[in-house]
């Protein structure tokens, strides 16, 4: 498997851990000081991504899924990768994206131990 391919299915995981809406899951792949920046919030760390998580997917977010597509995925030498993309909300029970939920988003990764792990995630408005 492509370097591209494994961090690209460090993605996919995530995507899958939204659609079941698992807290834990989610945040596998991440780093424990991994970041994520949310419109109107900064997430210093994995607990604290999880922590948010958990409360969406209980709350607002319960039986959603998001979307993501891959605009451009770039390694910055053998062991940081970084993903650009678009990505959307689908509320459960809709079959298409909420259009005021659609963003742009920044993954950073990093491998360590011969895994990828994600290291920070920023998305805005798209």
């Known amino acids: 498997m492509t370097a ?11 995507y899958a851990a939204w659609a079941a809406n698992a807290a834990d899951a989610f945040v596998a792949p991440y780093d424990e000081v991994a970041t994520a920046i949310l419109p109107g919030a900064f997430l210093p ?3 604290a991504i999880r922590t948010t998580m958990a409360t969406v997917f209980a709350g607002e977010l319960k039986g959603s899924k998001a979307v993501h597509e ?3 995925v770039r390694f910055v030498g053998t062991d940081a990768a970084i993903v650009v993309g678009k990505g959307a909300v689908v509320p459960s029970g809709q079959a298409d994206p909420d259009p005021a939920s659609r963003s742009l988003e920044t993954w950073v990764l990093s ?3 011969g895994a990828w792990r994600i290291a920070a995630f920023h ?3 798209a």
Do not use: K, T
Request: net charge negative; charged share 35%.
């Open 45 to 47: 760390n994995c607990e």
């Open 4 to 14: 591209e391919r494994q961090v690209l299915a460090v993605l996919d995981e995530v």
């Open 123 to 125: 998305n805005c408005a």
């Open 70 to 72: 891959v605009q451009d």
């Open 111 to 113: 491998r360590r131990g």
